[in-house]
C-alpha cells in the first residue's frame, strides 16, 4: 500500500510530470527494478504492465508514476478551482490553473476514446481510463493460458490477498516464497526451471501442473484451511457448526465438509462442500478462457450433483475456488451473506473483507505449496 507512488503522490498531483519524462522513466525503471529484487521474480513488458495496473483491474497496485502522474495533476487541478477562484475573488471559468488545458490534450491524446470523466476532481475516474484501455490491451495480446489468467485476476476476489494486511497476529502474512508464487501465477511469470512432477508428469517453466496434479501436496492443506476459515467465520457469528458431520452421506459416500448445527434459511441448515480447481486445467480452460469463474461454476455444479440426495432436507451450498483465486457464483453470494452476518454480531464493518482475504490467502498458500509439492524430497548425503 505504501510502495513508491504514495509516497510521491503530492508531487505527482501537484507537478506537470509530462513534461519531465526521463525523470519519470528512470522513477518506474527503479520501481520495477525493486519489485524484482523484492519479490525475486523477472518480469516481462507485459508482466510488469499488468503489474502496475490496480489490484481491481487485474493488476499488483504497484503503480507506475508515468501512468498515474496525468491523472493526479487533473484531479487536483480541478478539485483546488472553486478553492482558488474564492481565493481570488474571481468567477470560476476565469480562473485558469497553469498545465491544465496542457494535461487534457494530452489526456485526450492518449485515450483517444474515453470519455470526460463526471466527477473529475476524483483521481480514479482519470485513472480507471487509462487503466482499462490498458487491461484491454493486455487482453486483446493475450490468448490460452494468459487469456484464463487475465480474465480470472481481474475478477475482485481473486486480489484480496493483495489487500489484506500482512499481520503475522492475524494468520494474513504471506511468506517470501509464497508471496513470490502468488506474483508469478497472478502475472504469468515463469516460477520453476521445467522438472517431473513426483507423479510422473512434466512440470513447465510455469508451473501450472502442480495446480491440478492429484498427487501434489499442497490440495489438502488448502481444502482444511478454507474449511476452517468457514467453520471459524460461522462460529464467531455465533452460527455453531461442525466440519465433516458423521451420518451424513453424498452420492459416492464421501461426508460433507461441514454442517450448522442451527438452521441458515427457510428452517434448513446449511451443508457446504468446498473444493479448488485449477482455472489452467486442460479440462478447465476451453471456458476459462472464454468467461472468469467457469471452472469454479462447474465444479459447483459437480457438488450440486453429489448432493442430489441431501437437498430435500438440508441447504447446500458448493464453495468452489479456483486457483487463480476467483470463485464460483453461489461461494461469492454465500460469503457476502456470512460476511454481513459477521459484521452484525461483531460491529466491525470491515469482517467481511477480512474473511475473503482469509480465504484468499489460503487458497495463494495452496498454490505455493502445490508448487513446492512436486519436488522429489531431497535426499541427504550418505
Ligand atoms: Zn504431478
Partial sequence: MCF????????????PTWLCPEEISYFDDTLKDTTEIILNVSLSVDQWTQASLPVRHGGLGLRRAGDVGLPAFLASAHGVADLVSRILHSHRDSVTIPFVRDALAIWSDRFPTASLPEVPQVQRAWDDAGARITLSRLFSAASGVDLARLRSVSKVE?????????????????????????VAFRLGCDVCIPHKCICGSTVEANGHHALSCRRCAGRFPRHHALNDIVRRALVSANI?????????????????????????????CLLWDATCVSTFAASHLSRTVQAAGAAAESAALLKRAKYSALEAKYYFVPLAFETTGCWGSEAIA?????????RERTSDARAGSYLVQRLSIAIQRGN???????????QSEP
Fill in 158 to 182: 481473486a486480489g484480496a490477498w493483495l489487500q489484506a494486511l500482512p499481520s503475522p497476529h492475524l494468520g494474513t502474512l504471506l511468506d517470501s516464497d509464497s508471496m513470490r508464487v502468488a
Fill in 368 to 378: 505455493a505449496a502445490s508448487l513446492m509439492g512436486t519436488f522429489a524430497p531431497v
Fill in 4 to 15: 513508491a507512488v504514495p509516497k510521491v503522490t503530492y508531487l505527482l498531483r501537484t507537478t
Fill in 240 to 268: 455453531p457448526c461442525v466440519l465433516e458431520p458423521p451420518g451424513l452421506c453424498r452420492t459416492d459416500g464421501k461426508r460433507p465438509d461441514g454442517l450448522t448445527l442451527v438452521p441458515w434459511q427457510k428452517g434448513k
Fill in 334 to 342: 454465500f460469503i457476502r451473506e456470512l460476511g454481513l452476518k459477521l
